[in-house]
């Protein structure tokens, strides 16, 4: 059996999407969390009538907080307008955007991330509530975009209890916990838990009041048995010398994670969400694990190429097999494109591309070298290859100009990079289903009604879902997902979409 979490250390599933966050704070006596739209006490309304009056009236007050609009891409840089919601309902759209989507695709990846990031006007109910904020904060987390959130977070200028229980397991896991603790420390609205207090009283170098506090939390039935050995063990770690290690917890929140990894006793990420791999791209993790973490948050879109390229060249594999051969694939090709060898990138190039489409790395790789790929003379498989490469990349239209096509299947794919296909035969299945979308687009009516209302967020939401079915078989759902992306405007996202979709293994 694993560690039982008390409510001290337990997550608190109704107060987020996220069901392994910290329990570290409370609200203070008297404060605050999120700023609450005005009281009912506050306003005189008479009583109406439930007949012909609507049951839901949004209401707003003029010139209060709208923590829901804070974002760190303005339209200019993200590409998408003010009125991102329009007349969307903030409880909808906040379940839109928490619900679960499991092998998504690279582009509609960013464009997810484009989406949580964006300035955008709260929508006309928010009402200052903050709720579409954290479904956007617990989205990143999701993600395992650690960075994202807490610089979203950071932005809001604000210190409140469901903001900073976020803050300070981001913090947990990216080593930066001991300005965590100063905030935490500081801030009056925050009340930390026995174990937060503790850790960070301990983090101060203050271990007889972390001591004291332990026996305090004791004292008031506070903690349970397996929480006080946990805990005990963390500030007197010799005391524990020889003795059998803890049971790991089946769910441990970043608190408990950190507080094993304190005593020794730390425990894989590989089982546990994506954001836990963050914690493994410190230097107190060897080469291997932060490789691995490195291509998890790669595949989940949480981490750029150029850091998964740092991480892969840090050094020379000192073994074989798995994860080490592909390290020396990746800097066998490494080495030869660099050296703007033709001869020596047809030997490297197919062992490295394998190997990447083994770890569903491959659009990270396209991105760090399709445009070397297209200027280099290659022949041959090589070329095609190299095509087919480039076609993942930012490069698609230009790598689409420069190939001369020889078969069906290149042709439908060059004419897909233009986004012109009249006259092009669709060469398989999927091929048949996203052609549609690029000669006769037709949304369905259920994003025609969104856009109705200015609801765009939702409606990028709705392609993504739709475009994820197809991935999954409903290929009508290609189709129309694709169709929308191009009604409103997201040509870029539509094509590069499309040609993942071909040439990704994702179906299934």
């Known amino acids: ?20 966050l910290s329990q570290s704070v409370t609200a203070a006596p008297q404060a605050a969390s999120l700023p609450a739209g005005p009281s009912p006490d506050a306003v005189e309304e008479p009583e109406v009538t439930t007949g012909a009056v609507p049951a839901d009236v949004a209401v707003t007050v003029l010139g209060a907080p709208a923590p829901d609009a804070v974002g760190l891409l303005s339209s200019d840089r993200s590409g998408l307008p003010r009125n991102l919601w329009g007349l969307g309902a903030t409880e909808e759209i906040a379940a839109a955007i928490s619900a679960d989507r499991a092998d998504i695709l690279p582009t509609l990846q960013s464009l997810m991330v484009t989406l949580l990031l964006a300035e955008a006007e709260a929508p006309p109910d928010a009402g200052g509530r903050g709720i579409l904020l954290l479904a956007r904060i617990d989205r990143l987390l999701a ?12 932005a809001t200028n604000s210190v409140t209890v ?31 838990t026995f174990p937060a207090r503790i850790f960070c009283l301990a983090r101060a170098g203050d271990w007889t009041a972390a001591a004291l506090t332990l026996r305090t939390a004791q004292a008031l039935g506070q903690i349970d048995r397996q929480e006080e050995e946990l805990l005990s063990r963390f500030l007197d770690p010799e005391a524990y010398d020889g003795e059998a290690p803890l049971l790991p917890p089946s769910r441990p929140t970043p608190l408990i994670w950190r507080l094993y990894d304190a005593i020794g006793e730390t425990l894989p990420t590989t089982s546990l969400p994506v954001a836990f791999a963050n914690a493994e791209l410190t230097d107190r993790a060897g080469w291997k694990a932060q490789i691995e973490a490195a291509e998890r948050l790669t595949r989940a879109g949480a981490l750029t190429p150029n850091t998964l390229l740092g991480v892969y060249t840090e050094r020379l594999p000192a073994a074989s097999g798995g994860v080490w051969d592909r390290v020396e694939a990746f800097q066998r090709f490494d080495t030869a494109l660099r050296a703007a060898d033709p001869g020596a990138v047809a030997r490297t190039l197919p062992d490295a591309w394998a190997r990447m489409e083994e770890a569903e790395l491959e659009t990270a790789f396209a991105g760090l070298f399709a445009e070397d790929l297209i200027r280099l003379p290659l022949t041959g498989e090589t070329a095609a290859l190299a095509f087919r490469i480039a ?33 092009i035969t669709p060469p398989d299945s999927m091929a048949r289903a996203i052609a549609p979308a690029f000669l006769r687009p037709a949304p369905p009516p259920e994003a025609e009604a969104l856009l109705a209302e200015s609801r765009l967020g939702e409606t990028i939401l709705l ?26 405007g997201l040509e870029d996202a539509a094509r590069r979409t499309a040609l993942e979709l071909l040439l990704l293994e994702r179906r299934g």
């Not at 078969?407 to 009249?422: I, N």
């Not at 392609?463 to 997902?481: C, F, H, Q, T, Y």
């Open 463 to 488: 392609a993504i879902d739709r475009i994820g079915n197809g991935v999954r078989g409903d290929l009508r759902g290609v189709s129309e997902g694709l169709s929308i992306l191009r009604h409103i």
């Open 1 to 20: 059996m694993g560690l039982s979490l008390s409510p001290a250390l337990a997550q608190d599933a109704p107060m987020s999407a996220i069901d392994w």
């Open 162 to 192: 469901d903001l900073f229980r976020r803050q300070f397991d981001v913090a947990l896991l990216t080593g930066t916990e001991d300005r965590a603790c100063e905030t935490m420390r500081t801030a009056p609205n925050l009340a930390p």
């Open 143 to 154: 993600m395992g975009a650690l960075d994202q959130a807490a610089a979203l977070i950071e």
């Open 391 to 423: 076609l993942l990349s930012p490069h698609y239209e230009r790598a689409a100009n420069t190939h001369k096509p020889s078969d069906l299947t290149e042709t439908f794919l060059a004419g897909l990079a233009r986004g012109q296909l009249q006259g």
